[in-house]
């Protein structure tokens, strides 16, 4: 599971990354909206916008090295 690699990567990059989860079970439109297909699917915005996309199971240090390398 990605939660526990999920909640150490947000305890490292907080408060200059602000991370969210959605439950694509109960918030079903908003996943429609973004096209979200697969679980865990992670994406970043700038301003609104998505700029990054990366869809799968990552661990911490994989998930903050793919956060930093889109900043």
């Not at 907080?14 to 079970?25: D, G, M, Q, V």
């Not at 096209?35 to 994989?62: C, H, K, L, Y």
């Amino acid at each position: 599971m990605m939660g526990p690699h999920f909640k150490n990567a947000t305890a490292q990059m907080e408060p200059k990354i602000r991370f969210a989860k959605l439950n694509t079970e109960i918030a079903q439109k908003t996943a429609a909206q973004f096209g979200i297909r697969s679980i865990p699917t992670v994406a970043i915005f700038r301003n609104g916008r998505e700029v990054a996309r990366q869809a799968g199971a990552m661990d911490a240090r994989t998930l903050t090295n793919w956060i930093q390398s889109q900043l």
